[in-house]
Nanobody, 118 residues
Framework: QVQLMESGGGLVQAGESLRLSCAAS????????MAWYRQAPGKQRELVAH???????NYADSVKGRFTISRDNVKSTMYLQMNSLKPEDTAVYYC????????????WGQGTQVTVSS
């Protein structure tokens, strides 16, 4: 299986930037797609962005043009560069990895809090 650890969250003002990191360990060679999700208080968890092992990306409409997802397969780390942050970006951000290692798996990190003040 794969274990995931997020870092980089914090408190920032609107318009500022943050970079989240997600370090993977375990059978990292088996990871296919990685993604960032977020969950705001009282809301369902939503997909922010995902990236395949080939580097194809997809973003939620709410973050297009502001967030950039990337992946360093050598370091087994995924990143989320968040620019022009808005108060509505406030949430717990979770790292996700999916792949195959004898069977399909879907792994989650513990989450990191991002708070954007107005």
């Amino acid at each position: 299986q794969v274990q995931l650890m997020e870092s980089g969250g914090g408190l920032v003002q609107a318009g500022e930037s943050l970079r989240l990191s997600c370090a993977a360990s375990g059978v990292v060679f088996s990871i296919d797609t990685m993604a960032w999700y977020r969950q705001a208080p009282g809301k369902q968890r939503e997909l922010v962005a995902h990236i395949t092992d080939g580097g194809s990306t997809n973003y939620a409409d709410s973050v297009k043009g502001r967030f950039t997802i990337s992946r360093d397969n050598v370091k087994s780390t995924m990143y989320l560069q968040m620019n022009s942050l808005k108060p509505e970006d406030t949430a717990v951000y979770y790292c996700n990895a999916q792949g195959w290692n004898s069977q399909y798996y879907d792994s989650w990190g513990q989450g990191t809090q991002v708070t954007v003040s107005s």
